[in-house]
């Protein structure tokens, strides 16, 4: 028999939607033993070993995200293309069953969120060479999907965060013109955000690239920044390998650019 009290604290601390691991479930208040017993009685359901949910053992991506991000220590967010797509700019429509989500933390992540679905496959993005810890726990940079009723919601970054860490995987994860693509569909990035990014971010090639490719789109936001404000590094960077140099950004672009 499952103590009742314990039942009732299950319910309000793991909502239908969402996943916990046990040493989690341990922190809410829950007695190891309990747990184990839940297992057993399938109150609670196995997605993989100390992974659990309650009811049901389909989980969407999001409630997987979700439930890791109130579950961390430190800030994880969605963000690169991923957060892009989830504000319908990422310009591609992969035709794969499989889903892939980016996801920007300074600590790697947890074994077990690829173990899972093996539909769904998450990529972890460094952030120690992107930005400070300090802006990841910054909600300004951040924006809220409120995908289910009465649960908590995702967190994903900006357009202005989310661009230059997409652009941090040109051209090995993304291409110049996949890159290009995306910088063309940004006419109304706010400029006081994108500043403040460009004045936090560490990442030089995303910063360099970011600049070039909003100069070649010439949007209405570009002049309101300022580039020699920035910190860009010193030397040439180059990006597009056998490309030619921009010798304004100092970087290496494809030869057919303006």
């Known amino acids: 028999m499952l103590n009742a009290e314990s039942r009732q604290r299950l319910k309000q601390i793991l909502p239908a939607g969402l996943l916990a691991t046990k040493p989690w479930l341990v922190t809410q208040g829950l007695n190891p033993h309990f747990i184990d017993n839940a297992v057993k009685s399938q109150t609670l359901l196995t997605l993989t070993p100390g992974v659990y949910v309650r009811e049901t053992s389909q989980v969407n991506w999001k409630g997987v995200v979700t439930s890791l991000q109130r579950m961390s220590l430190f800030p994880v967010h969605v963000g690169g293309l991923s957060a892009l797509d989830l504000e319908g700019l990422a310009h591609y429509q992969s035709r794969s069953k499989h889903i892939h989500i980016e996801l920007y933390a300074e600590t790697a992540l947890p074994a077990w969120l690829n173990k899972i679905d093996s539909n769904i496959h998450f990529a972890w993005h460094s952030t120690r060479r992107l930005w400070p810890a300090s802006l990841m726990q910054e909600i300004r940079y951040l924006r809220e999907d409120h995908w289910r009723e009465s649960l908590p919601p995702l967190l994903y970054s900006t357009p202005e965060k989310a661009i230059l860490e997409a652009l941090a995987g040109v051209p090995t994860a993304m291409s110049f013109e996949h890159a290009d693509q995306l910088m063309q569909s940004l006419p109304t990035l706010s400029p006081k955000k994108v500043d403040a990014l460009l004045r936090a971010s560490s990442s ?15 949007h209405a936001w570009f002049k309101y920044l300022k580039p020699e404000e920035y910190d860009l590094g010193v ?22 650019s303006n």
Request: zero cysteines; a positive charge.
């Open 235 to 256: 030397g040439k960077r180059e990006i597009a390998r056998g490309g030619r140099l921009d010798k304004t950004w100092n970087i290496t672009v494809p030869r057919e």
């Open 204 to 218: 030089i090639k995303s910063k360099r690239l970011f600049l070039w490719l909003s100069q070649q789109h010439n």
